[in-house]
């Protein structure tokens, strides 16, 4: 069964850093788009980055361009979501996502993980 857990969220302050990852199992993802989302209380899931099976492609919601950077290790079927200069906005549960075609909508990806919890405080 095809499984994708995330880990790293938190508490932190503004202007900290945190690493998300996103352990895939059940099959490889290596052939597969994957991207990051998160979803803020009362707000819908929105996209924040995705990348291409060989990492030559990445993308970005224009609000953490420049502060996030998204990676992937197909060898460890592990994808990345690296958070500096963190602002309280970024606060909300974040959710790692796969599927053969890359998007920034949550309709363009089959495969989804439980969560991970970041609050950015003041």
């Known amino acids: 069964q095809e499984q994708l857990v995330e880990s790293g969220g938190g508490w932190v302050q503004a202007g900290d850093s945190l690493r998300l990852s996103c352990v895939a199992s059940?099959?490889?993802?290596?052939?597969?788009?994957m991207g990051w989302f998160r979803q803020a209380p009362g707000k819908e899931r929105e996209f924040v980055a995705a990348i291409s099976p060989s990492s030559g492609i990445t993308y970005y919601t224009d609000s953490v361009k420049g502060r996030f950077t998204i990676s992937r290790d197909n060898a460890k079927n592990t994808m990345y979501l690296q958070m500096n200069s963190l602002k309280p906005e970024d606060t909300a549960v974040y959710y790692c996502?796969?599927?053969?075609?890359?998007?920034?909508?949550?309709?363009?990806?089959?495969?989804w993980g439980q969560g991970t919890q970041v609050t950015v405080s003041s």
């Open positions: 996502a796969a599927n053969f075609v890359g998007g920034r909508r949550t309709d363009d990806y089959g495969y």
């Open positions: 059940g099959r490889s993802f290596s052939g597969y788009f």
